[in-house]
């Protein structure tokens, strides 16, 4: 009988699966459930986006593309980066298409970090980042933020992690799961440090277009000193509604990008064709599907924030993405243990905030990217387990 354990990568065995996955696996397992668990947007794809890509099918577009994605797509980023976020990027070189944001992550990690390196990471915050670069050969350092400044990433915090070996810090925001945002204000600390200490930043900006404040998004490598230090990562699954098309894109220097490029060619080869024809009309003609679905967000952010704290689920206002993060510490359970109490006992799913790292523990994350009358329900089945506690 062969051992596996001898003959299998132990950096690969040790790495936990996601507890995203744990309670939408149960979800789909028993009936009348709602769930408020996957971060996925409830709008179709718009029908102009789709028929780009039905279009390219039936003209028979279905080879390979280029390693980096077609350059009337690599265009149209850098022409959207630069209409939106005021980030200018050249298409030849400085933009990869790539297999959703989660690729261009993945990629960016492992151009960088090196056996021994230690990489920032600022949670609670999306699951990806830890394993990433565990399995680069890198050292996750944790810095814990908490509700009392807005689950941001402060300067203060940021110099206290930093070591000999920091080469890379992970910014995510607007973030997932707390819905929190870094002001422009907030950055511009940020960037003091990271060009004092010499540090490379990932900033992963794929709910850019979900952020709710006046001000709106500012993206890291706008701000002076910035931009030859940072790889963009972004995509079209949250603004675009395309999950399930996996398109994402990172932008920066052309020495980082060209590296993970090769990582690319060698990994994947290139993205997929329909969904590079659909992305391409997606920038071109989709700033106003993108609008409206920001304004719907919007307003179920605000119908669910008013909702859970009269529940008595205190929860501070989220500025981006399409999560709440309330804090169920007074319940007296965990955020675990309150999971799987309310989907066993009314049917209703959400994630354990201790699935973005232990800072997460008394919290959970519930995505609004659903129907109001999915929401409404799922409050009132909310409001009936809370007054049977």
């Known amino acids: 009988m062969i051992e596996y354990d001898k003959l299998i990568n132990p950096t690969i065995q040790q790495i936990k699966p996601s507890g995203i996955r744990r309670f939408f696996d149960i ?61 200018e990027y050249e298409p030849d070189s400085q933009v990869l298409v790539t297999v959703g944001g989660s690729e261009a992550i993945d990629l960016c990690v492992r151009s960088l970090v090196t056996p021994g390196d230690e990489v920032l990471i600022p949670e609670p915050s999306f699951v990806c980042y830890v394993p990433i670069t565990q399995m680069a050969g890198g050292v996750p350092v944790i810095i814990e933020t908490g509700p009392e400044n807005g689950f941001k990433l402060t300067a203060d915090q940021l110099e206290s992690k930093i070591t000999d ?153 989220p500025e981006g993405a399409f999560y709440v993060f309330p804090s169920v510490k007074s319940t007296g359970l965990t955020s675990q243990e309150f999971c799987e109490k309310l989907i066993y006992s009314k049917h209703v799913a959400v994630v354990p905030g201790d699935a973005f790292g232990a800072s997460g523990q008394g919290f959970v994350r519930i995505s609004y990217s659903y129907s109001i009358k999915h929401i409404t329900e799922a409050l009132e089945r909310m409001k009936a387990f809370l007054e049977e506690l």
């Open 27 to 87: 979800a789909n397992e028993m009936e009348d459930v709602i769930s408020l668990s996957v971060g996925e947007p409830d709008f179709h794809t718009p029908w102009h986006i789709r028929e780009a890509g039905i279009a390219s099918l039936e003209k028979g577009r279905t080879r390979y593309t280029p390693n980096r994605g077609f350059i009337q797509l690599r265009q149209e980023i850098a022409r959207f980066l630069a209409r939106h976020y005021q980030v």
């Open 165 to 317: 070996k920091t080469k890379l810090l992970i910014l995510p925001y607007p973030n997932n799961p707390t819905g929190a945002v870094m002001r422009r204000e907030d950055l511009e600390a940020v960037a003091q440090v990271v060009e004092r200490h010499n540090l490379l930043v990932l900033s992963d900006e794929i709910y850019a277009a979900l952020t709710y404040t006046r001000e709106g998004h500012v993206s890291f490598a706008s701000l002076p000193g910035m931009w030859e230090r940072t790889v963009l990562v972004n995509g079209f699954s949250k603004a675009h509604s395309m999950t399930g098309w996996r398109l994402g894109y990172a932008a920066g220097p052309r020495e980082i990008i060209s590296l993970m490029t090769k990582l690319h060619q060698f990994a994947i080869m290139s993205a997929p064709t329909t969904s590079q024809y659909a992305a391409i009309e997606a920038l071109k003609n989709g700033d106003e599907d993108m609008e409206y679905m920001r304004g719907q967000y919007d307003m179920r952010r605000r119908l669910i924030v008013d909702a859970l704290n009269g529940l008595g689920l205190r929860c501070f206002e």
